[in-house]
């Protein structure tokens, strides 16, 4: 199934990757909506396509699509989906891109397809490429459509239960919101010394194996897993006070997991 007609509203950072993505792939972007022109503007004109800041304005394109992917903040997917269920044919499928929204609140035909990955100012060093997907959909032919839009990066997909995809969003923000918030106190920490903050380089390597194939548990090491007293100590004599509950409770949590 290819050549899909899609309206795409949101022009933000999801938009600006999936959207020409989805034109490479052969699907027709009839138009664009955002809520302002600064974002709604150089999109529409990347691909060539309409673009408006109003549902009202978009009425044309979105009673001709076949697609209409729900890109915004997630607060907004609820209104959005109110307000486009009767500008949209009935078979038209409304897609968000959520993680962590439900989707049983959304007009059918429906579906979600989350590429687990971060879409940021600096993402772009990370392929789209093969980005696992999580796919969730209200019926068959909206999985497979959910299937089209995300072959157009050669997902890594899986089809999940409404339960599973928030158990998966919670997974990613604790590996990568909360590595990553390690990592900004530990350049912290060195800056404070005057010390290059890509001093830990090839542990971060090291670290993003046990991502990748899986096998992070078997890969923890340091004083907490070796229950090495003395070195925590010395540690939190180091610590600036606003961190040291952070290393506490981390190390502690350690501790519970190695200790059996
Ligand atoms: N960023 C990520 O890493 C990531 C990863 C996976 C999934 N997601 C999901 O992707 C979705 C979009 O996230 P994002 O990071 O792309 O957000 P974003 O960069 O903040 O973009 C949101 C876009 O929605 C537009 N918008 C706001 N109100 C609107 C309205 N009433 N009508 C039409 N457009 C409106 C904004 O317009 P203006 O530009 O004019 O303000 C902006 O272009 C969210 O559901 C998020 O959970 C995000």
């Given at each position: 199934?290819?050549?899909?007609?899609?309206?795409?509203?949101?022009?933000?950072?999801?938009?600006r990757e999936l959207a020409p993505a989805w034109q490479r792939a052969g699907h027709d972007i009839l138009h664009v909506v955002s809520r302002t022109a600064q974002s709604a503007q150089p999109l529409g004109e990347a691909?060539?396509?309409?673009?408006?800041?109003?549902?009202?304005?978009?009425?044309?394109?979105?009673?001709?699509?076949?697609?209409?992917?729900?890109?915004?903040?997630?607060g907004l997917i609820a209104e959005i989906n109110a307000a486009l269920t009767d500008m949209v044919s009935p078979s038209c499928l409304?897609?968000?891109?959520?993680?962590?929204?439900?989707?049983?609140?959304l007009r059918q035909p429906s579906a979600v397809v989350w590429p687990i990955r971060s879409f940021n100012a600096k993402a772009g060093s990370v392929p789209l490429a093969k980005t696992p997907t999580v796919l969730e959909a209200s019926d068959d032919r909206a999985m497979a459509l959910a299937h089209t839009l995300a072959s157009a990066w050669d997902a890594d997909v899986s089809e999940v239960s409404g339960e599973q995809r928030a158990v998966s969003h919670l997974a990613a923000a604790v590996a990568d919101n909360f590595a990553n918030h390690m990592f900004a106190?530990?350049?912290?920490?060195?800056?404070q010394r005057n010390l290059p903050k890509t001093l830990l380089r090839n542990l971060v390597l090291g670290l993003t194996q046990g991502g990748l194939q899986g096998d992070a548990r078997e890969r923890q090491t340091g004083p907490a897993q070796r229950g090495d007293d003395g070195t925590l100590e010395r540690h939190r004599a180091l610590l600036p006070d606003d961190v040291k509950d952070l290393y506490d409770a981390v190390t502690a949590h350690i501790i519970h997991r190695h200790s059996s």
């Open positions: 199934m290819a050549d899909l007609r899609i309206v795409v509203v949101g022009a933000g950072r999801v938009s691909l060539g396509c309409s673009w408006s800041t109003t549902l009202t304005d978009a009425a044309g394109a979105l009673s001709d699509a076949e697609v209409v992917v729900m890109a915004v903040t997630d409304l897609v968000h891109v959520s993680g962590a929204t439900p989707l049983d609140h106190e530990a350049q912290d920490l060195l800056e």
